[in-house]
């Protein structure tokens, strides 16, 4: 039954990253969590607190290293994805640990990779193990091939279709 649900993600070493605080749990598949917010508080770890600014529908994926944010703007939907470990959920939350790699996929095709020298930096510092980083680079492999060929969840008519679901069911409560 879809709820609201919050969202923590962490680093390495086990420390709070970021905390989402009102996700819409639409979706508990074998493969992923999918969630859709308006304005969602933001919480970070040195306890600044912000907005999202646009509406959003994310999806979690419970067995690969990644996770998707597909932000609705007026000129489209732009897909953030994060280099994740598999979320989980525990105590009533979606977590994951974010591993600092991302991309993004804009509606012309465009893809960017963000954030290698903070990766690159956490890789030194939290001493990921050769396994881990043999997992980051097979998912960063992963990830760069379903944007180029906007694979599942990488569908701007499912992003919007799901949340037009999200905001059929939240204004029914």
Not at 10 to 39: M, P, Q, V
Not at 80 to 91: D, F, G, I, Q
Not at 111 to 117: A, K, N, Q, R, V
């Amino acid at each position: 039954m879809p709820h609201w649900i919050k969202v923590q993600s962490y680093k390495h070493d086990g420390s709070l990253h970021r905390c989402w605080e009102s996700n819409f749990l639409l979706d508990d598949n074998d493969a992923f969590f999918i969630t859709a917010s308006t304005r969602t508080r933001v919480v970070e770890s040195d306890g600044r607190r912000w907005f999202s600014k646009e509406p959003a529908v994310s999806f979690f994926s419970k067995n690969d290293w990644y996770n998707v944010i597909a932000m609705l703007k007026d000129g489209g939907v732009i897909f953030y994805v994060n280099l994740a470990s598999p979320t989980m959920m525990s105590e009533g939350m979606l977590r994951y640990i974010d591993y600092d790699l991302d991309f993004k996929l804009f509606p012309d095709g465009t893809i960017l990779t963000l954030d290698e020298g903070e990766h690159e930096r956490h890789k030194r510092k939290y001493q990921y193990p050769p396994a881990l980083v043999k997992a980051i680079e097979l998912a960063t492999k992963d990830v760069l091939k379903r944007l180029e060929r906007r694979d599942y969840p990488f569908d701007e008519r499912l992003v919007n279709d799901l949340y037009k679901e999200f905001l059929a069911v939240r204004d029914r409560k």
